[in-house]
């Protein structure tokens, strides 16, 4: 499975941003899908999950209340809104193992190439 992360780019505090995830194979259309991302000098981090059938989704409590993640099959979405300086960093879509929305790195078993979100302040 390949997954191809676009959307990206460099925006202002307050902007908003799409990020989308395609992947390769409708395979993923059963599995659990999700957002991580990965600032200079930090560890990768969960951002957002969603589940096989987009009935359950998670977030972290520093985006809860900005950002919406959302699919459509075997496509993923990120929808950011009020986006901070401290949202820069490069995000990474990635297939789960299973059919569930998890929050940890451990649990997901495709992952994209990342694409580049930077807020100026």
């Known amino acids: 499975v390949q997954l191809q992360a676009s959307g990206g780019g460099l925006v202002q505090a307050g902007d908003s941003l799409r990020l989308s995830c395609a992947a390769s194979r409708r395979t993923s259309s059963n599995n659990g899908m999700g957002w991580f991302r990965q600032a200079p000098g930090k560890e990768r981090e969960f951002v957002a999950t969603i589940n096989w059938n987009g009935g359950r989704s998670y977030y972290s409590d520093s985006v809860k209340g900005r950002f919406t993640i959302s699919r459509d099959n075997a496509k993923m979405y990120l929808q950011m809104n009020s986006l901070k300086p401290e949202d820069t960093a490069v995000y990474y879509c990635?297939?789960?193992?299973?059919?569930?929305?998890?929050?940890?790195?451990?649990?997901?078993?495709?992952w994209g190439q990342g694409t580049q979100v930077t807020v100026s302040s």
């Open positions: 990635a297939v789960a193992r299973g059919a569930w929305a998890s929050t940890s790195k451990n649990d997901y078993q495709y």
